[in-house]
């Protein structure tokens, strides 16, 4: 598989070179050149700090969410690994102020491991940092082990509300809780397609027959958990849809968010009808949803796979969800049906 | 006085492809690429176990490098080589809330830990442990969301942790 980059070693710098080249007045690198932060930062002025340490190859997920009204900054360790947790403590103690921090990990090993350790030695330095783990996807622990669960798409929900709030000044203890709650609402399903080819070993990342597809798919293309025969979409997403009620049920009459997030590989064409699927599957059932999302914002390179994310805000969440920001890459936000 | 980093180095540049492979079957399949870079990061840095740690990144970086400071502090403090494993087992179990049986790399070096003082003995009990991650379903790291959790797979962690005893068996011998 061909793929474009100078070499291995530097493919994680040279993009990130890109990225605050293109956005100067948004993002700049911090003092180790693998923390993207805002270019006017407000931590120091009594806004609590967000910020979310990640490995990269996942664009535009995290960096490209740095900005006003969401992350105040992005520590990037290599493809598809974890930032060490030195260089994040180096991302927290860049942000952080007197109002505090909390650092979003999406649950997966090598985050959670060396994120946690990070906040702890924040905190032993004497800053109030609160790490807030991030668990979605219903593929990955059966209902009743949702803390056994692990970060998916759905977890651009928690970042949105919180970078929103953060915004209005709210203190670090209410923010917390905020985030816990948007966990407590939201559930993801992912599907892949075809397999995404690792920059690393230039190696596809998973293997798939033609004529079949994977429900629960990892955001590494770890291999998914079920296999279904590939058929129309619409019994696919219906299939997907069924799954996801059945682990957090949405009355008749709750507002609810979806988010249909593409992994690199499937179209905006093939995403919108998902999302067509998604919403007629609402429709029928009498659930009224606004404001969605519906692109490739969380990816694994060019993987063919999808995500189906639900999650039923308070009026609260849904103005925080739907508040400006202003990043590179996060998309505007609009009313839709119901609202 | 001379250092097994070296050693580890060209150990682990001659396992990368194999290494790889093996991560590949239940996780992204790089490895060996992070155990080389961080390995040849530790060579002339002042903090062998920091530069190893930040150099390779991700859960491995963390935990890999906790097995790198137990055999420095043998090297160079003349600490007992069962103790310093068993102390690193305790922490790394804690860290990624592991335990034996789980498909991990403490699947090799619990049993390493449990070996006795003789290098030798631990490296043998390592590799036991290693080939008996084949038959075990994972219940951490990435392998455990794998179809069949993993299950007739060996596990490229405790490989690596095998492969780390090994050598360290061997520079040792090769020193006296």
Not at chain 1, 42 to 69: D, Q, R, S
Not at chain 1, 70 to 82: Q, R, S
Not at chain 1, 316 to 337: C, H, S, V
Not at chain 2, 79 to 107: N, P, V
């Amino acid at each position: 598989m061909k793929k474009l980059f100078n070499s291995k070693e530097t493919m994680a710098d040279d993009m990130i070179d890109g990225f605050v080249a293109a956005y100067p007045d948004i993002v700049t690198r911090g003092k180790n050149p693998r923390i993207v932060r805002r270019t006017r930062l407000k931590t120091k002025e009594g806004k609590v700090a967000l910020l979310i340490g990640n490995g990269c190859g996942h664009e535009p997920i995290a960096m490209g969410f740095v900005g006003e009204g969401l992350l105040d900054a992005n520590v990037v360790g290599d493809v598809f690994a974890a930032p060490s947790q030195d260089l994040i403590l180096e991302g927290i103690e860049e942000v952080t102020g007197e109002a505090g921090a909390v650092l979003l990990i999406s649950r997966h090993e090598g985050d959670v491991i060396n994120g946690n350790a990070a906040a702890m030695m924040a905190q032993d330095d004497g800053l109030n940092v609160k790490p807030l783990l991030m668990y979605d996807d219903i593929s990955s622990a059966p209902k009743g082990q949702e803390d056994e669960r692990r970060g998916a798409a759905g977890t651009m929900f928690i970042y949105k509300v919180l970078g929103a709030a953060a915004e209005t000044g709210m203190s670090l203890d209410e923010l917390y809780a905020l985030g816990e709650d948007v966990r407590s609402r939201t559930r993801t399903l992912g599907a892949a397609v075809t397999p995404g080819v690792s920059p690393l070993t230039g190696e596809s990342m998973f293997t798939l027959p033609d004529d079949e597809v994977f429900i629960g798919m990892g955001v590494h293309g770890e291999p998914g958990v079920g296999r279904r025969k590939i058929g129309p979409v619409n019994e696919l997403v219906s299939f997907m849809m069924d799954e996801l009620l059945a682990d957090r049920e949405i009355a008749t009459g709750t507002p609810t968010l979806v988010l249909v997030n593409g992994s690199g590989g499937t179209t905006q064409m093939e995403l919108l009808t998902i999302y067509r699927e998604v919403a007629a599957i609402l429709d029928s059932k009498g659930i009224p949803h606004l404001s969605p999302m519906v692109g490739s914002f969380s990816t694994t390179q060019e993987t063919g796979a999808f995500s189906i994310s639900l999650f039923t805000p308070t009026q609260e969440m849904l103005a925080f969800w739907q508040a400006d920001q202003r990043t590179p890459n996060f998309p505007n936000i609009y009313g839709g049906k119901g609202s | 006085m001379n250092s097994f980093l070296p050693i580890l180095v060209e150990r682990f540049e001659g396992l990368e492809a194999e290494l790889n492979a093996l991560d590949a079957a239940t996780g992204d399949g790089d490895h060996g690429i992070t155990m080389v870079k961080g390995l040849r990061a530790t060579i002339g840095a002042e903090n062998p176990v920091k530069a190893f740690r930040k150099a390779s990144g991700g859960a491995s970086g963390s935990l890999f490098s906790i097995v790198i400071g137990a055999l420095e502090a043998v090297s160079n403090k003349g600490a007992s080589l069962d103790e310093e494993l068993a102390q690193a087992a305790d922490r790394i179990g804690q860290m990624g809330q592991a335990k034996a049986g789980d498909k991990t790399m403490l699947d090799a070096l619990i049993p390493a830990s449990n070996a006795g003082p003789n290098a030798d003995h631990v490296a043998k009990a390592a590799r036991q442990g290693w080939l008996a991650t084949k038959e075990m379903a994972a219940r951490r790291g990435r392998a455990k969301y794998v179809e069949g959790a993993g299950i007739g797979h060996l596990d490229a962690g405790a490989r690596s942790v095998t492969e780390i005893l090994d050598a360290f068996a061997q520079w040792q011998k090769d020193r006296r």
